[in-house]
C-alpha cells in the first residue's frame, strides 16, 4: 500500500504561478503564511485523515435507531479537526473564521479530498453554506449560523435533488407551507444527500430547496430554506433519513434518502428566488468537485509512480539488467499523461479561484467553473483507470487501492450537475446571456494569457482561433446543443494549453524537465481535440 502524502509542492507551485499576490495580502495571507497554514494541514492530513480512509471505505456507514452512524475513527478524526479550528478557515473573522482566501481553502479541500475523500464529503459543505447565508441571509440568520458553522458544532447539506428532478428542479414537489404565526413547515422527500446524517457534529443545517408557488411556475416558485437537525422548542427536527444509498464508491460518506415531515424551517433569500441562491452555493461546490478529480488525479499518479519505480520487469536491451518498469517507454507514457492531467487541472482550479477573489470577473468565472468542473473530474477518473494499467494485475486487487481512487473518483463526473450537463450549460446560456459577456471575457483572457508566446501560430492561438470559430457557430444556431460535447472538449484545451503557454513563456518559471515534460504532453492533447473536433465537423 502506498501511503498518501500531500502534494504540497504541485500545489503551492500552482497557486504561485496562477495567483494575484495582491489578493491574497489583502486577506493577510502573504506567500511565506499560505506554505505555513498548508504545510500544517498536510501533515494534519497525512497523519490524521489519510489513516481512516481505507477501514472507512471496507467498514461504510450504518443506520442504527434511525441515525446514521459513521466508521470507526471517523468522529475522532473529526474532533482533531475541529480542535485544530479547520472549519474556520474560510469565514470572516467576526463570526470566529479567519478569512482565508478562496485558493487557500481550495488548496485545503484538495489535500483533504486527496487524503480522505469521503470525509471531506461530510465536512465540505459547511464553508459553502457559510458564504450563502452571509451573502443572502438576514443579520439573525448571520448571527445564528455562522459561528456554528465556524466551531464545528454544525455541518450543513444541500437538498436538491428528488425521485422525479434529478437535474430538472422545475419538477420539485417538496412543498413549503407558511403557517398563520409565520412560520414555515416543509413537507416532501429529498435523495442523494451527502451527509444527509451522521455522528459526527452536534447538529446539521439543511438546505432545503422547496416549492413556495404552484408547479406551473417551475424554477420560478422555488424557494430556498434553513432548516436545522434539531429544533430549539421540540429537540429533534422533523427530518428522518430512511435509507442510506449502497454505492460504488464513497462507502464512508453517507449518501441519504430524507423525509421531511412538517419539519419547520426558515426561508434563506427572497421567496421564489431558491435557485438563485443555490447556484451561489453551487459555483463554488462545482469548483469543489473539480479538485476533487484533481486529487484523485494527484493519488492515481502518487500510487502508479511509486510502485512504478520500485517494480522490476524485464531488461535493458544494452546492458542486460534489470528496469523498473517506468524506464519502459509505454509506463513512462501513462505516467507523463496522470502527471499532466493533474497539474494542469490544478491550474486551471486555481487560476479560477484567483480570478474569483478579485471579484472583477464575474462573467469569466462563470464561463471558467463548468470548464473545470468537467476537464478535472474526467481527468480524475481518467488517471484512476491508468493508474490500474501501470500496477497491471495488482492495480485490479484492493492492495494498492488504486482501485478505490477510481471507484471514489467515478461520481465526480456525476454529481452538481453531470459534465453533459455543464457542457450543456456551456453551449447554450454561457455563449449568449448578457450580449455573450462571458464569452467575450473568455476570449480576452486567453488572448492575455498567450501575449508572451515566442510563437504567434503555437497550439494556443490555433485553439482559440477554432474556439472563435466554433462560438460563432453556436451563436448563429438553432440547436446549439449540438456542438455541446466539442465546445467544452476545445473549451478545456483552449483554456488549459493557455495556461501552459503563459507558464513556460515566463522567464522566472521554473524549466525543470517534469514541466517541459508537462507542457509537451498539454500540447499533444491540445493538437489532438483540435484534430478531433475538427474531424468531428467534417463528417457532421
Same mark, same amino acid.
Given at each position: 500500500m502506498t501511503l498518501f502524502k500531500a502534494p504540497i509542492d504541485d500545489i503551492l507551485f500552482a497557486l504561485s504561478v496562477t495567483g494575484d499576490q495582491s489578493t491574497i495580502v489583502r486577506h493577510d495571507f502573504d506567500a511565506e503564511i499560505t506554505s505555513e497554514i498548508l504545510n500544517h494541514f498536510a501533515r494534519f492530513?497525512?497523519?490524521?485523515?489519510?489513516p481512516i480512509d481505507e477501514p472507512g471505505d471496507q467498514e461504510g456507514c450504518k443506520i442504527e435507531n434511525g441515525r446514521v452512524k459513521m466508521p470507526s475513527g471517523f468522529r475522532e478524526a473529526y474532533e482533531a479537526y475541529v480542535e485544530q479550528g479547520w472549519p474556520s478557515i474560510s469565514l470572516p473573522e467576526e463570526f470566529g473564521g479567519q478569512n482565508a482566501p478562496e485558493s487557500v481553502c481550495g488548496a485545503i479541500s484538495e489535500i483533504l479530498a486527496g487524503a480522505c475523500h469521503s470525509f471531506q464529503m461530510v465536512t465540505g459543505l459547511a464553508p459553502a453554506a457559510a458564504r450563502l447565508i452571509?451573502?443572502?441571509?438576514?443579520?439573525?440568520?448571520?448571527?445564528?449560523?455562522?459561528?456554528?458553522?465556524a466551531s464545528g458544532s454544525h455541518l450543513a447539506t444541500m437538498c436538491l435533488t428528488e425521485p422525479q428532478a434529478g437535474s430538472d428542479l422545475s419538477d420539485i414537489r417538496t412543498v413549503a407551507t407558511e403557517n398563520t404565526d409565520g412560520t414555515w413547515t416543509l413537507h416532501g422527500e429529498k435523495i442523494f444527500i451527502s451527509g444527509g446524517d451522521q455522528d459526527l457534529s452536534q447538529g446539521i443545517l439543511h438546505l432545503v430547496l422547496a416549492r413556495t408557488g404552484i408547479r406551473e411556475e417551475g424554477v420560478r416558485g422555488l424557494t430556498l430554506f434553513l432548516c436545522p437537525s434539531h429544533d430549539e422548542n421540540t429537540g429533534r427536527n422533523k427530518v428522518h433519513v430512511t435509507r442510506i444509498e449502497e454505492k460504488m464508491g464513497l462507502h464512508a460518506s453517507p449518501t441519504c434518502q430524507l423525509t421531511f415531515d412538517g419539519a419547520h424551517a426558515v426561508p434563506v433569500g427572497e421567496i421564489g428566488k431558491g435557485l438563485m441562491c443555490m447556484f451561489t452555493m453551487m459555483n463554488h461546490a462545482r469548483l469543489d468537485v473539480a479538485l476533487q478529480g484533481v486529487a484523485h488525479a494527484s493519488r492515481a499518479h502518487h500510487i502508479?509512480?511509486?510502485?512504478?519505480?520500485?517494480?522490476?520487469?524485464? @531488461? /535493458?536491451? %544494452?546492458?542486460? !539488467?534489470?528496469?523498473?518498469?517506468?524506464?519502459?517507454?509505454?509506463?513512462?507514457?501513462?505516467?507523463?499523461?496522470q502527471d499532466m492531467l493533474a497539474m494542469t487541472g490544478r491550474m486551471m482550479v486555481y487560476k479560477t479561484f484567483a480570478?474569483?477573489?478579485?471579484?472583477?470577473?464575474?462573467?469569466l468565472v462563470e464561463f471558467l467553473t463548468p470548464i473545470c468542473k468537467s476537464f478535472c473530474t474526467d481527468a480524475g477518473v481518467e488517471a484512476a483507470q491508468i493508474g490500474i494499467q501501470v500496477l497491471g494485475g495488482y492495480g485490479y486487487l484492493r492492495e494498492y487501492r488504486v482501485e478505490q481512487t477510481? @471507484? /471514489?473518483? %467515478?461520481?465526480? !463526473?456525476?454529481?452538481?450537475g453531470t459534465n453533459g450537463i455543464q457542457a450543456l450549460t456551456l453551449a447554450s446560456r454561457l455563449t449568449r446571456h448578457k450580449d455573450c459577456a462571458s464569452t467575450k471575457a473568455f476570449a480576452e483572457f486567453i488572448r492575455g494569457l498567450i501575449a508572451s508566446s515566442d510563437n504567434g501560430t503555437g497550439t494556443a492561438a490555433d485553439l482559440l482561433d477554432y474556439w472563435l470559430?466554433?462560438?460563432?457557430?453556436?451563436?448563429?444556431?438553432?440547436t446549439p446543443?449540438?456542438?455541446?460535447?466539442?465546445?467544452?472538449q476545445i473549451s478545456a484545451a483552449t483554456y488549459g494549453m493557455a495556461l501552459w503557454t503563459h507558464l513556460i513563456n515566463q522567464s522566472s518559471s521554473p524549466r525543470s524537465a517534469r514541466f517541459e515534460k508537462c507542457f509537451d504532453l498539454a500540447r499533444e492533447w491540445g493538437q489532438s481535440t483540435l484534430a478531433c473536433c475538427k474531424a468531428r465537423e467534417t463528417f457532421a
Open positions: 492530513a497525512e497523519d490524521v485523515i489519510a452571509a451573502q443572502f441571509g438576514t443579520d439573525n440568520q448571520r448571527l445564528n449560523w455562522l459561528p456554528k458553522l502508479a509512480r511509486s510502485y512504478a519505480t520500485e517494480r522490476k520487469q524485464g @531488461r /535493458d536491451r %544494452r546492458t542486460g !539488467q534489470l528496469v523498473s518498469i517506468d524506464q519502459h517507454y509505454d509506463v513512462a507514457r501513462m505516467l507523463g499523461r480570478l474569483m477573489q478579485a471579484d472583477t470577473h464575474a462573467d477510481l @471507484r /471514489d473518483a %467515478r461520481i465526480c !463526473q456525476i454529481y452538481e470559430q466554433m462560438t460563432s457557430q453556436i451563436i448563429a444556431s438553432d446543443q449540438q456542438f455541446a460535447h466539442d465546445y467544452m
